[in-house]
Structure formats: C-alpha cells, structure tokens
C-alpha cells in the first residue's frame, strides 16, 4: 500500500516567522502536486512538481521535489495570516493513481 | 471563477431520507471524482470516474452510487441517509495527469 506522510501535522506560528512542511513517502512519484485548502472550501492547487530535484517558486511559496521523487517540502518565507490553512500533498503514481497525503493544518497569528 | 460546481453547499437531511449532491465542470475533463473529508482531515476517494459511462469504487467503503451519462455531470446518490454519512463531500475533476480541479463541496449533516 503506497502512504504519504506529511509532518507536522499540527503548526501554529507568528506572522513573519517561515516555516517548512515535508511530504514523504516509500514510494516513488512520477508527479507530486500541493493544495491549499481554506475552512468550508475545497483544496486548490498550488504546484506540480514534476522531476527529481526540481524547485519551483510561487511568491513566498518554495516547493522542491527530492532527487528520488520521494518526498517533498514546501518552505514559507515571512509567513502572513492568509497563508493559514490545511496543505495537501499528492503524489501521482505511475498508474494514474493520485494518493493524498494527511495534510499540515498550519495557522498563522498575527 | 469556478469552473466546477457542487450544489447544495449545505444540506441537512433526515436519516433515512434519499438525497443526490450534484457536480458539474465546464472543463470538458473526462476523470471526475468524489472524496469525503471530516473537518481539517484527509481526504478519502470514494468514487470515480475516466469517462462517460465508466464510474469505479474508490478506496473508502460507501454506501452511495454513481452515474456518468455526461461528460460534464458525476451526481452522487445516497439512496438512504444515516447520521455516519454527516461529512464534507468533495468533486474533482482532472486533466490528463495535471493536478485536481475541486469544487467548493458539499457539508451534509444527517440527523
């Protein structure tokens, strides 16, 4: 059976601080996306990540995916309070499967 | 702009009542899919679907059906509520191998 983790599953941080978040898994990727999701609202998507070592940027937002295709992290720089909410991994395997990670219920205080 | 509609946002039901939570995507993306999530918990599958015609089982057992008559439209059916179905019910559509497309979901309380 092919597990995402995700850690930490709870972060609570003062506007301003930055923050990382991992995505990890046993299993390889041949693609892996993040969401944001909002309270009352569906995830909405972020990145994909799509080759080993990759490092995309989105503002604030840094996602890098391993070497291996593994796992993945996303950095937050000067985090603000509208960055608050759950982050989704997914990982698409190489039979058109997507598999979600728990998520990291992150809140930002202002 | 939403390009994916789930309709009713909020829907609360007797048990033992017969409800359908409706989806539809303007996207023309031929996979469709159902997930039911708790309150800031994970996501489980519990239907999809490749094509018209075409619906398979996700990995969450579920008491509900599906249909796929068009390309645009993957209703959800509950042919008898319980209050173990209260939960946020989430579409999704995809393209290709891009990511997911959701909508705004559904929050059904059984009581």
């Known amino acids: 059976t092919q597990l995402l983790e995700q850690s930490p599953q709870f972060l609570s941080i003062q506007e301003g601080e930055n923050l990382t978040v991992y995505c990890n898994s046993s299993s390889v990727f041949s693609s892996l996306q993040w969401y944001r999701q909002e309270p009352g609202e569906g995830p909405v998507l972020l990145v994909t990540?799509?080759?080993?070592?990759e490092v995309k940027k989105l503002k604030r937002l840094t996602f890098q995916f391993g070497d291996a295709r593994k796992d993945s992290s996303l950095h937050i720089t000067a985090a603000q309070p509208g960055d608050t909410g759950l982050y989704l991994c997914?990982?698409?395997?190489?039979?058109?499967?997507?598999?979600f990670g728990p998520g990291t219920s992150l809140s930002v205080i202002p | 702009e939403a390009d994916i509609y789930q309709t009713p946002r909020y829907l609360v039901i007797g048990t033992g009542k017969k409800i359908t939570l409706e989806c539809s995507q303007t996207?023309?993306?031929?996979?469709m899919y159902w997930y039911q999530q708790d309150p800031g918990m994970e996501l489980h599958l519990i239907h999809y679907?490749?094509?018209?015609?075409?619906?398979e089982k996700g990995d969450l057992s579920s008491e509900s059906t599906v249909s796929r008559i068009r390309t645009e439209h993957f209703p959800l059916t509950l042919e008898s509520a319980r209050p173990s179905h209260t939960s946020q019910y989430l579409c999704?559509?995809?393209?290709?191998?891009?990511?997911?497309?959701f909508g705004s979901g559904t929050r059904l309380t059984v009581v």
């Open positions: 990540v799509v080759t080993g070592g």
């Open positions: 679907s490749y094509g018209v015609n075409s619906t």
């Open positions: 997914a990982g698409s395997t190489s039979y058109d499967k997507v598999i």
């Open positions: 996207m023309g993306h031929d996979k």
């Open positions: 999704a559509s995809q393209r290709g191998l891009y990511g997911y497309t």
